[in-house]
């Protein structure tokens, strides 16, 4: 009866996340500052939105907002999605055949990477990764294939996320006659690397070669610290036919509870990401749908205006990621400031020195520094290692993953807490 309905093999070694087991250790533990969370901690979505999702919701909106929509993406958000990126990329996007609207970035990536990774294909990896690229692989029965970006810095007083590269002749070892897929992430979590036009160039290069599809996932594309600057995949030479791009209705609106994602990509890619859909998911939520469109034609409006969200997003929160940068670094961190995204990773093992490390359980060094912290400094933390293969994990070990999307009493919150820890 056990082995009968054991979870099924595709799915093997998939079964431990680590945001489970931290947010149930934030519950047991209580402590004082989260800063493990990737969302903010006060409202920081632009003020029209609730608006728009009372107006949608109002008793006297239309009564097909209740209703099933179309099962590729409400009809006015995928217009607006092609409208934004046929803006930005200076191309049209068709809204029916080149957009799907999707529960959150998330599934989109799933219809992607199901869409065209089986049996016999690889999929390429850049380490340290979002978690979720290598379940979403192994359970289609393709097998991943790991390049990390390595820490290059020389500077010990300041380390940049740019500092993280990727080995030109690492990278192109990992490309065969069976990869499928490359899966890139720029603005990059964890890392906030933010992967320039040279480095870009690289990777499409490889990927026409060798006839491979990148999923480039540029959820944060509008939290960007100058001077870097964002260049999206599909706007390189020859890669729109090969690029499809992922984004984030929860990520540029500072709304993860809406949970509206998206790809857009070339008819002839997205047909594989509707099978996909359409067996899976097959409907998102109406109401939300049309909130989400809402905005996106309201931001599309104010493109280039002072009053643009999405291009002011990045100036509100550069001056937090600079002060926690500070106060991490005072606390005798080794923080690696961010190009983009809002999380920062800080090299711990510095302060190996005051913390227990034997008194906690965990697979690699840095769990056991982010559990101790969480249970006697009441700072709770992610540990980086848990975004490589296990084979690498001595690359993120010494390292801890930070949120400063948070309002500033938390960080001056924080900081109190490193201070009275270290005796400041």
């Known amino acids: 009866m056990d082995n009968k309905f054991r979870l099924p093999k595709r799915y093997e070694g998939t079964e ?7 947010r149930q250790l934030a519950m047991d533990y209580k402590p004082e500052c989260n800063l493990s969370s990737g969302f903010p901690d006060f409202p920081a979505f632009p003020a029209y939105l609730t608006n728009y999702i009372a107006d949608v919701v109002d008793k006297e909106s239309d009564h097909l907002m209740h209703q099933y929509t179309r099962g590729f993406g409400h009809p006015r958000l995928v217009k607006a999605i092609s409208e934004l990126y046929g803006k930005l990329l200076g191309r049209k996007i068709d809204p029916q055949s080149e957009v799907l609207a999707t529960i959150g970035g998330y599934e989109a990536l799933f219809c992607a990477i199901h869409g065209f990774a089986g049996p016999g294909d690889e999929v390429i990896i850049v380490e340290p990764y979002f978690d979720c690229y290598v379940p979403m692989t ?3 029965g393709a097998t991943p294939v790991f390049v990390p970006l390595r820490n290059k810095g020389s500077n010990p007083n300041y380390a940049s996320s740019k500092d993280w590269v990727l080995d030109p002749d690492e990278l192109a070892r990992a490309f065969n006659s069976r990869t499928k897929l490359f899966i890139l992430n720029t603005p990059h979590n964890p890392l906030g690397k933010v992967f320039t036009h040279d480095e870009l160039q690289l990777i499409a290069d490889l990927c026409k070669k060798h006839d491979v599809i990148c999923i480039s996932d540029e959820v944060y594309e509008w939290l960007v610290y100058k001077p870097a600057k964002h260049i999206r995949m599909a706007s390189l030479p020859g890669m729109w036919e090969r690029t499809i791009t ?10 993860t509870g809406l949970k509206i994602g998206w790809a857009y990509c070339p008819a002839r890619l997205m047909e594989s990401l509707l099978v996909v859909h359409q067996n899976s998911v097959r409907c998102g939520v109406t109401l939300v749908q049309e909130a989400t469109a809402r905005c996106l034609e309201h931001e599309l409006s104010l493109l280039g205006t002072p009053d643009c969200y999405l291009e002011n997003l990045s100036t509100i929160l550069q001056p937090k990621r600079d002060y926690f940068c500070r106060v991490l670094r005072d606390a005798g961190f080794a923080p690696s400031i961010p190009e983009g995204g809002y999380f920062i990773v800080s090299k711990w093992s510095i302060l190996a020195h005051k913390v227990n490390l034997d008194s906690e359980t965990g697979p690699n060094r840095d769990f056991k520094f982010t559990k101790w912290m969480t249970k006697n400094v009441k700072l709770h933390g992610i540990p980086v290692s848990c975004f490589y293969r296990e084979q690498n994990v001595s690359l993120g070990e010494d390292y801890v993953r930070y949120c400063f999307f948070k309002k500033d009493e938390t960080l001056v919150k924080a900081e109190s807490i490193l201070k009275n820890w270290i005796g400041m």
Do not use: F, R
């Open 16 to 22: 431990y996340c680590v945001w489970i087991e931290y």
């Open 138 to 140: 192994v359970s289609t």
């Open 246 to 255: 992922i984004g984030s209705a929860g990520k540029i609106l500072s709304a």
